[in-house]
């Protein structure tokens, strides 16, 4: 499941997208608000985006404003899987195509590198890095007119190579402690619905080679691997891709994957819960939210999930990045999920204290 390790219940995190299009203000923006567990950051441009960072150095593919990507039209021709007497298939080897994807190199990856040097003195309880995912990516190459079965090899090449570059790049410079990579992937935002264009097996196809290449990498360590996708969608298969964290709103809808999830945090998984909106107003305080929470939590414990292993295995984080956001109204909702995050370390505690642990 990713190589699990243990950190403190209830640690504050965040998705990455931020409102800074200078990567050092970004990178202090993100250590400053959360320095126990901070997230590599992104910048609200369309050249410093996760999206950019996916497709830098990737031959015959770019990313234009306000975020799509643009391709060679090379790469739009027939399927060969459907005709193979099309096209000459080293024209679309993803090798082939992806060469440049390890390096991280260009504009998109200065604020990442200015985060990993920051990363000498780890922090307390670990880091997160962020990536985009591959089914987003595919997804993103499909609408840009590459056809579907190359858009997803193309995807499981260029991700699973730039997640392991990435874990790489961390741990030159923090070879101990805890790394979470996280795959964002908006693009899954109902990937249950009959009009999705990708089937749970083609899912699979795209996430479990990004697992295989951090899960075997040679200086994996303490290794946490997640999927975050801001809405609802498919929690069963991004499960069984092998993923060690969830990345979720706490909505009423994800309880309907409790058995899942249920199983899921059981074998060791964790929970990282979207308990701050990013679409609505904030309010004066916690409290709402906190109430919003504590109530899904008890839906879940009604379908038969283990209350205290569901607060001890949970993170806090709002539900997506907060790149469109004002400066003042990001560290806003990064107050707020610290606030949520205190609370949820009391009241585990609080529990294990009851409880006699």
Known sequence: ?????????????????????????????????????????????????????????????????????????????????ADPSVIDPSVIDPRSVARGVDSLCGEAWTVFHEFVDQLAVPPAAGVRVNVLGPVTLALGLRAAGVPTGRAMAMARCIVSRRAAAVLDAVRNTMPEGVVFVCASEPGMIGAVH???????????????????????HPAAGELMIGVHVPGQTDWETIIASGISVVSAPAEPGLVGWAGELSGFLDRGGRVVWGAVPVDQPLGTGEELLWRR??????????????????????????????????????????????????RVRRQAVGARLTLGA
């Open 1 to 81: 499941m990713g190589g699990i390790k243990d950190v403190p219940f209830g640690v504050a995190t965040s998705v990455g997208p931020l409102p800074c299009d200078d990567p050092t203000e970004a990178v202090r923006m993100a250590l400053r608000a959360q320095p126990e567990f901070p997230s590599s950051p992104t910048l609200a441009t369309t050249q410093g985006s996760l999206l950019a960072q996916a497709v830098a150095g990737v031959s015959g593919v770019g990313v234009v404003p306000p975020g799509l990507l643009q391709v060679d039209p090379e790469l739009c021709r027939t399927d060969p899987a």
């Open 293 to 342: 929470l504590s109530a899904v939590w008890c839906e879940f414990v009604a379908e038969g999930v283990d209350p205290l292993v569901l607060r001890s295995r949970s993170m806090i984080g709002p539900v997506d990045g907060l790149g469109h956001f004002g400066v003042t109204q990001a560290e806003r909702v990064l107050d707020l999920v610290d606030s949520l995050a205190t």
């Open 194 to 216: 009959p009009t999705f264009p990708l089937g749970p097996d083609q899912v699979l196809e795209l996430l479990t080679p990004f697992v295989d290449a951090l899960d075997r």
